[in-house]
């Protein structure tokens, strides 16, 4: 329970109750997100505590962003200390810092050999903060590589992207986005950008010109409805790459490290990307971080000194909490457990749905599971189970987003699954 008089609390959360902090944001802040109304006052593990001590089940762990669970004790010690032991603010990356040289190198290591067919020269990381950025990132990989190395003139590369896909809110991703609400009003959009239907390779392979330089794709849609892609997918994405020597990149943003049950999703395909990009859960959910990997060959010939750079990007307390994150990851096998905890879950939350006049489908895999509704709004239901004391919300507007922390436990889903039978059997 939260201590309102502790003199912490008195600085990071104030006394302000419900009705002025939903004023104050009204008035005072963009209204840029629909908000389910409530204020969370307090996040532990699995768990968000409102003001009167009401705790809600997070079933969202902000788009997979808390995948460790909120202020994981080794992650938030971590990063303590590095604040009180004088290491942890935002120095310059034109000097060397040590928690930066042990986590690119962490990083590196943790993926397995990225862009394979450019030699074994291991990976190289490059550090960002909101996951936006890192898929800009890879974006100026593509381009500079047809530039570079297929010769197309630069100005005139193009990427394949897909229908439904999401990658961010800044101008260049927006740009490709199928949502005209993303873009309305925002020109000049960025151009060079193909979008084909996800999972239709022969749209991919249409797609192709002598100016195609990448194919940027969410292994698993998240935003765009929870989306599966059809098996072969990849491994097709794969192939028609490496014939047209295109940059394959993997935004493993939402579905990477542990969500679907390995430790990326391109794993279920057995099919390594020339690049890939994490963020949200590579810190722990505590700081934004967020990078671009790819084989150490590309990474040395396209960014170069003055090419790319972040003030913010691999400062030293996010690279301390990215440390942190990738040690609770392993220490406590978060990939398995999604596995384990998902594959009950799963089969719970599909007798339901087999029982509920609302349900059109149930999909995903380890704790990536999407509740199509037949009909109306999947926040219609999302509210209700509020009330009841879940946090969930919706993707694509139909389907109900089901992505606890990875911790958690039998105790839990068995709370979930109440709910859940509550409102969609009643
Ligand atoms: C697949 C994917 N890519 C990119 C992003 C953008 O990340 P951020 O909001 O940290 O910029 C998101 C965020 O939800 C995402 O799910």
Redesign the pocket.
């Known amino acids: 329970m939260l201590d309102y008089n502790s003199k912490l609390l008195t600085f990071g959360c104030s006394e302000t109750g419900d009705q002025d902090i939903i004023s104050f944001e009204e008035e005072y802040g963009a209204h840029h997100y629909e908000r389910i109304n409530v204020v969370i006052r307090q996040a532990e593990g699995c768990w968000l505590t409102d003001i009167r001590g009401k705790k809600y089940l997070d079933c969202l762990a902000a788009?997979s962003a808390a995948n460790p669970g909120h202020h994981h004790p080794d992650i938030v010690a971590a990063m303590m200390n590095a604040l009180q032991g004088n290491y942890g603010s935002v120095i310059s990356n034109v000097v060397y810092t040590d928690p930066l040289g042990l986590f690119v190198k962490r990083m590196a290591e943790f993926a397995p050999q990225i862009a394979p067919r450019f030699g074994n020269h291991g990976n190289k990381v490059l550090p960002k903060n909101?996951?936006?950025e890192s898929?800009e990132t890879a974006i100026k990989a593509a381009r500079f590589h047809g530039w570079k190395n297929k010769g197309i003139p630069d100005g005139k590369q193009e990427i394949i992207v897909f229908n439904n896909n999401?990658?961010?809110r800044m101008i260049t991703v927006v740009s490709f986005s199928s949502s005209s609400k993303y873009r309305e009003g925002f020109g000049p959009l960025t151009p060079g950008f193909v979008s084909v239907d996800y999972s239709d390779l022969d749209a991919v392979e249409k797609a192709i010109t002598p100016n195609t330089c990448g194919i940027l794709v969410?292994p698993m849609q998240?935003?765009g409805g929870m989306q599966i892609p059809e098996p072969g997918f990849l491994k097709g994405l794969r192939k028609l790459s490496d014939q047209h020597d295109l940059l394959l990149l993997f935004?493993e943003?939402?579905v990477g490290l542990g969500r679907t049950g390995k430790r990326f999703c391109f794993q279920h395909e057995d099919v390594v990307p020339d690049g890939l990009i994490l963020?949200?859960a590579v810190s722990g959910g505590l700081v934004p971080l967020?990078v671009f990997i790819t084989n150490a060959k590309l990474m040395d010939q396209i960014f170069n000194i003055g090419s790319d750079g972040s003030t913010f990007g691999g400062y030293p307390l996010a690279c301390v909490a990215g440390l942190a994150a990738l040690d609770v990851f392993e220490n406590e096998n978060l990939a398995e457990r999604s596995e384990q905890q998902g594959k009950k879950l799963k089969k719970k939350i599909k007798e339901i749905c087999d029982r509920s006049p609302h349900v059109k489908e149930v999909r995903g895999m380890g704790l990536f599971i999407g509740i199509e509704v037949k009909e109306g709004n999947a926040m219609d239901f999302c509210h209700e189970l509020l009330d009841l004391g879940v946090l969930a919300n919706d993707s694509h507007g139909h389907t109900i987003r089901i992505s606890p922390p990875l911790i958690i436990n039998d105790e839990e889903i068995e709370y979930m699954v109440e709910r859940l039978e509550n409102v969609l059997v009643g």
């Open positions: 788009y909101g996951g936006v898929v999401f990658h961010g969410e998240g935003e935004d943003i939402q963020g949200k967020s």
